[in-house]
């Protein structure tokens, strides 16, 4: 069984495979009767572009090995793939050679400090984020990794690793985890990642609420943990499938109180990309106040 001839595998072909044909299509792809319930009008949608699908009756969503682990009920990757082979007739080899671990570099000579870099405060401005906003919740965070010496913005989370950021680098300095900030109020604002909960200090949607900045939607379970607290949850999720997929998740968990704050940004991907769009540019020097 070769995983890399899996991964191309289009979704549209594996689900005329299971005997499931579209119902319909729109701009972004092909609707479906869903393969893994019963439903009388079609809401499981494929992005053959992207190789994604969404099921909106569900709130579940993925590619072809999660839409495999759905309908075998497995979460073993290896099982999923053996599942979408047998349905392909693709030819399987037995036994399984599992995949070689293979360790992940570590991060050397890590030192946190004030966030003062000019190409740090530059790359913020060129995404709406000025440098008070900036340097006030985010630190500078010096690194070692592979050897070579590196800096990026750093934003802290619950268990004390940070998201990392900078106009080269995208990731995080372990363990990972939410972002947590309490006032006190009965609302709570939730983002995405760190730069959207940015773009909402300055746009001036937090107002001294409550925020939890899940880092990635794998997070969402451990956002759980905190938000059924609140009265109001207001969701500034990106527009995307993955977006909408933890907003229903949310929903099935929470309930009515989870509400949608997307529509402040229909025609963008996220709310920093509509900070962009809509609000006067910064420098790197700029002192816009709160």
């Known amino acids: 069984m070769n995983i890399e001839e899996i991964r191309k595998i289009s979704l549209v072909e594996f689900l005329n495979q299971l005997g499931y044909q579209p119902t319909g299509r729109d701009s972004k792809g092909l609707w479906f009767y869903s393969p893994c319930r019963s439903e009388r009008k079609p809401s499981f949608h494929v992005n053959p572009r992207k190789g994604v699908w969404f099921d ?6 993925g590619d072809i090995f999660t839409l495999a682990g759905e309908l075998c009920n497995s979460t073993d990757f ?23 671990f293979i360790e992940q570099p570590t991060f050397e000579d890590v030192r946190v400090s004030k966030l003062e870099s000019p190409a740090l405060l530059k790359y913020l401005a060129d995404r709406g984020i000025p440098r008070n906003i900036a340097q006030w919740w985010c630190v500078q965070v010096n690194y070692r990794l592979h050897g070579k010496d590196y800096y990026a913005i750093g934003f802290e989370n619950n268990a004390h690793g940070f998201e990392l950021r900078s106009s080269l680098f995208k990731g995080s300095y372990p363990p990972k985890h939410i972002t947590h900030i309490a006032n006190g109020n009965a ?13 909402a200090e300055r746009l001036g949607l ?8 899940l880092n990635s939607v794998a997070n969402v379970g451990k956002a759980l943990t ?14 995307d499938e993955a977006g909408r ?6 929903r099935r968990e929470l309930g009515d109180k989870v509400m949608d704050k ?16 809509t609000q006067p540019k910064i420098s790197n020097n700029s002192k816009l106040k709160l």
């Open 226 to 239: 905190v938000l059924p607290d609140y009265s109001i949850i207001a969701c500034y999720l990106d527009n």
């Open 78 to 100: 290896i099982r999923q793939a053996e599942f979408i082979a047998q349905k392909m007739s693709m030819p399987i080899e037995k036994p399984y050679k599992p995949v070689p």
């Open 245 to 250: 997929a933890a907003l229903a998740r949310l």
């Open 187 to 199: 609302r709570c604002n939730v983002f995405e990642g760190f730069i959207d909960f940015l773009s």
């Open 206 to 213: 937090n107002d001294g609420f409550d925020s939890v900045i």
């Open 262 to 277: 997307s529509a402040l940004y229909p025609d963008h991907k996220d709310l920093n990309e509509y900070l962009v769009a």
């Open 56 to 61: 909106f009756g569900s709130g579940a969503g």
